[in-house]
């Protein structure tokens, strides 16, 4: 991990520690469904492509009655290397509507083999008539570099990226232990001399594992449409992914 994600992440951990001491010492259920919670958590994944990633996140609460959380993921690929990290702040706002109760920002560092980027957007909730079914909007900005290798793989020499993301989430409680399903279409363009689209649709299942809520398993479908072109190149493909995860709150 470059040395970048390593200071954001001191600052950031440390900021969520004082904070935390000034949090409310109320606890509520835990609800994963609702993508505007915060929550303290650790999980580890497995893929089928042998992929492996560690998740933590730490929640804390301000005298204002705003919440935030701070999340690191990390993830190794088949043979135990280092393949790719993110870390985000995500800062929610108690907005108090019929239809968006609830609102977030967030700020996401991202780095893999191919580039590094960060990107600041926000979420949003959205309630139905339905009480088992809620929808969620995201949208973002970002920028950043692709790294050397990648840019000479690809032909050109300016690293530079800026672009955009927007994804949906349309979430289902079908009873009342907590279990849930989301489907998410997602679409990505990094722009520059170099240019990446990802289009990708993620199935995800969740049910807890625990009389107390507190631990869940979760299975997860990704299928992502990649395209990459430069003035010397034009690739793309396709790649599904499965994996499963157990996720543990505290």
């Known amino acids: 991990m470059n040395k970048i994600i390593t200071t954001v992440l001191t600052t950031s ?24 919670k915060v929550n303290t958590a650790v999980s580890i994944s497995m893929a089928n492509n042998g992929a492996s990633k560690l998740t933590g996140s ?28 993110r870390l985000q702040y ?16 967030s700020i996401d560092i991202i780095d893999n083999q191919s580039f590094t980027t960060a990107a600041a957007g ?16 995201r949208a973002a900005v970002l920028g950043g570099q692709y790294k050397d290798n990648f840019a000479d793989y690809m032909g050109e020499s300016n690293t530079d990226i800026f672009g955009g993301m927007g994804a ?13 399903f989301y489907i998410s279409p997602e679409y990505t363009y990094l722009g520059g001399d170099i240019e990446t689209t990802t289009t990708k649709i993620t199935l995800f299942a969740a049910t807890p ?22 003035n010397a190149k034009n690739e793309g493909g396709t790649d599904n992914v499965v994996s499963i995860a157990y996720k543990v709150f505290f």
Do not use: C
Request: hydrophobic content about 35%.
């Open 90 to 105: 995500f800062h929610v706002f108690n907005i108090g509507g019929d239809v968006i109760p609830r609102a977030a920002l």
């Open 58 to 85: 730490l929640g804390f609460g301000y005298k204002n009655g705003q919440m935030g959380m701070t999340t690191l993921e990390g993830q190794l690929d088949d043979e135990g290397r280092y393949s790719d990290s």
């Open 209 to 230: 594992m625990s009389a107390d809520g507190k631990r869940w398993g979760q299975l997860k479908f990704e299928s992502s449409d990649i395209s990459m072109k430069s």
């Open 122 to 137: 926000g979420l949003a909730m959205f309630q139905t008539p339905m009480e088992s079914l809620t929808f969620y909007g």
């Open 168 to 180: 949906a989430y349309a979430v289902w409680k079908p009873g009342s232990d907590g279990s849930y």
């Open 13 to 36: 951990l440390l900021f969520a520690g004082i904070n935390n001491a000034l949090a409310d010492e109320a606890t509520t259920k835990v609800d994963p469904s609702d993508l505007t």
